[in-house]
């Protein structure tokens, strides 16, 4: 009996020696299979229990997802080759495991039982479980969760928040693949814009350098933002709207109220002054139709040499100023119901 005991008491160096083995032989195990497949370890249920269980001398990142198309989770298809790439980035930089991290997947159809004991209700969920032992050891055995809430589907945020979870281990940088499919189509678009530039240029470049093209472009756009258009698009403005009594107004009450008709009618007048101005090519060019009409009247009708050709020009400019006046007076009592003048026809 004394043997005995003194023959178990000789052992149990041995037996502690080979507990202290076994997290390392299972972080040799599951690496050698990562390092052979290059790529994270596929886990199911089993496999992942022997992975994250304690005693552990070494760390593991574990993606639980659901890929299958049933289950509709879209960030886990398009996280799961960013998640592949982080793992053969790491593995690449760290072959000999001197970080000693491990990473593996674990999908829904082969850890249900997983997914049902750790409570989980959505995909995609990444769990990082410290060492439990050695110098890098925390006290804590619960694992650190990754959070997808911004949606992200990057390697490179879920990199820097394994680096700061692991400040302690060695952290190969994420190595993306050279993308020869862009490389050459941005290649081939350059080239094709070039040949392109270079052909047209002869039959572009007096069409770009028209004057009449250019000062076209200038007034539509003075037009489009002068008359209010992008006040329309701020402030959702409708259309036309009620007066009350049963007919439409075209025109808000109030300075700081337009609709979007009155904007095109605005513009409208603007453009009729544009015109006025392009046709009569021989009068001088100021703000506004009001005060080009009354110009014309002050400076090219005396000079008409013929009396019938005169007071035509006389009677038509002179509707004009009093149209548009009135017009415009009319709009001014619209806006502003205190405004106490008015001409006719308006």
Same mark, same amino acid.
């Given at each position: 009996m004394r043997l005995l005991t003194l023959l178990t008491a000789s052992l149990l160096p041995f037996t502690a020696l080979a507990a202290k083995k076994v997290p390392s032989d299972s972080f040799s195990k599951f690496q050698s299979k990562a390092l052979s497949a290059s790529a994270p370890v596929k886990l199911d249920d089993a496999s992942y229990a022997e992975l994250t269980k304690a005693p552990r001398d070494y760390s593991v990142?574990?993606? !639980?997802? @659901?890929?299958?198309?049933?289950?509709g989770c879209g960030l886990c298809r398009d996280f799961q080759p960013e998640w592949d790439l982080l793992a053969r980035s790491w593995m690449k930089g760290d072959k000999q495991g001197d970080g000693r991290l491990l990473y593996g997947t674990l999908d829904f159809s082969d850890g249900k039982g997983t997914f049902q004991s750790l409570q989980l209700q959505t995909a995609p969920v990444l769990l990082l479980f410290h060492p439990t032992?050695?110098?890098?050891?925390?006290?804590?055995?619960?694992?650190?969760?990754?959070?997808?809430g911004s949606g992200t589907?990057?390697?490179d945020p879920v990199h820097a928040w394994i680096v700061r979870q692991l400040p302690d281990i060695p952290h190969p940088p994420v190595v993306r693949p050279i993308n020869y499919v862009k490389i050459v189509t941005i290649t081939t678009a350059v080239l094709g814009f070039i040949t392109f530039a270079s052909v047209a240029t002869p039959y572009i470049m007096p069409v770009i350098q028209n004057r009449? !093209?250019? @000062?076209?472009?200038s007034l539509i756009l003075v037009l489009l933002f002068t008359s209010g258009h992008m006040?329309?698009?701020?402030r959702k403005v409708p259309y036309v709207s009620s007066d009350g009594k049963g007919k439409v107004s075209y025109f808000a009450g109030g300075f700081q109220n337009q609709f979007g008709l009155e904007t095109q009618i605005v513009a409208a007048m603007c453009m009729y002054c544009l015109i006025v101005q392009i046709v009569q090519t021989t009068y001088y060019i100021i703000d506004g139709i009001l005060s080009f009409a009354t110009i014309s009247l002050a400076l090219k009708v005396p000079r008409m040499a013929d009396p019938r050709s005169q007071q035509i020009a006389v009677f038509v400019w002179g509707g004009v100023l009093l149209g548009m006046y009135s017009f415009l007076l009319s709009v001014f009592r619209i806006k502003n119901g205190g405004y106490p003048?008015?001409?006719p026809p308006f």
């Amino acid at each position: 009996m004394r043997l005995l005991t003194l023959l178990t008491a000789s052992l149990l160096p041995f037996t502690a020696l080979a507990a202290k083995k076994v997290p390392s032989d299972s972080f040799s195990k599951f690496q050698s299979k990562a390092l052979s497949a290059s790529a994270p370890v596929k886990l199911d249920d089993a496999s992942y229990a022997e992975l994250t269980k304690a005693p552990r001398d070494y760390s593991v990142a574990v993606l !639980l997802t @659901a890929l299958e198309a049933r289950f509709g989770c879209g960030l886990c298809r398009d996280f799961q080759p960013e998640w592949d790439l982080l793992a053969r980035s790491w593995m690449k930089g760290d072959k000999q495991g001197d970080g000693r991290l491990l990473y593996g997947t674990l999908d829904f159809s082969d850890g249900k039982g997983t997914f049902q004991s750790l409570q989980l209700q959505t995909a995609p969920v990444l769990l990082l479980f410290h060492p439990t032992t050695g110098p890098n050891a925390k006290t804590d055995a619960t694992p650190v969760r990754f959070d997808f809430g911004s949606g992200t589907e990057k390697a490179d945020p879920v990199h820097a928040w394994i680096v700061r979870q692991l400040p302690d281990i060695p952290h190969p940088p994420v190595v993306r693949p050279i993308n020869y499919v862009k490389i050459v189509t941005i290649t081939t678009a350059v080239l094709g814009f070039i040949t392109f530039a270079s052909v047209a240029t002869p039959y572009i470049m007096p069409v770009i350098q028209n004057r009449n !093209l250019w @000062a076209a472009i200038s007034l539509i756009l003075v037009l489009l933002f002068t008359s209010g258009h992008m006040f329309n698009h701020i402030r959702k403005v409708p259309y036309v709207s009620s007066d009350g009594k049963g007919k439409v107004s075209y025109f808000a009450g109030g300075f700081q109220n337009q609709f979007g008709l009155e904007t095109q009618i605005v513009a409208a007048m603007c453009m009729y002054c544009l015109i006025v101005q392009i046709v009569q090519t021989t009068y001088y060019i100021i703000d506004g139709i009001l005060s080009f009409a009354t110009i014309s009247l002050a400076l090219k009708v005396p000079r008409m040499a013929d009396p019938r050709s005169q007071q035509i020009a006389v009677f038509v400019w002179g509707g004009v100023l009093l149209g548009m006046y009135s017009f415009l007076l009319s709009v001014f009592r619209i806006k502003n119901g205190g405004y106490p003048f008015w001409l006719p026809p308006f």
